[in-house]
């Protein structure tokens, strides 16, 4: 068995959130790593939902929090990895340190990051780099892939290419480890 201390800010960010959720699931942390951060069960029926984790420091914060932007996060995921992920969900916690204190969830199946990250690396990379950045023009909050986006397409967000907007996967009450429950 792994030691509790072992968990990391990311896990405990998404755990103590799932535990404020309405639905009032349990949260357990697995004893050994097989790949998966967090379970969520129901106290109600047998759902259950298996959740990996990915924590991002805040890359915003590097750049001034400049045009809009309120957080921005970097990941390296190996194909294959995501492939072979047993989990139902990765969440990807990004973390803002801006003037005010922030988290922000991207909730995921694996196969669909694969996909929409190879679509935009080619099904070739051995690795995928990856930038997430949450955007805020208006009342309208967004979130942007923006790895190899150059300076004028950051400043026509509402023109960029369609596979670089992730605004669907940000789930602030991470409602979406629940919608295979109903």
Known sequence: MRSLFTIHGGEYLVGSKLESHERKPNVWIPSKDIGVDLLVSCKKSKNTSTIQVKFSKDYNIAHGGKDGFLAGGWWQFKPDKILQS??????????????????????????????????????EAKTLNTYLQVYKEGNCITCIETRQMKKAEKQCLNQ??????????????????????D
């Open 86 to 123: 047993t989990a139902n969900y990765w969440v990807l916690v990004l973390y803002s340190a801006t003037k005010t204190i922030q988290t922000y969830y991207i909730v995921i199946k694996p196969a669909i990051l694969l996909r929409r990250l190879q679509s935009l690396r080619g099904n």
């Open 160 to 181: 960029i290419d369609k596979r670089r907007d992730f605004t669907e996967f940000l789930d602030g009450k991470l409602d979406k480890i629940f919608e295979d429950w």
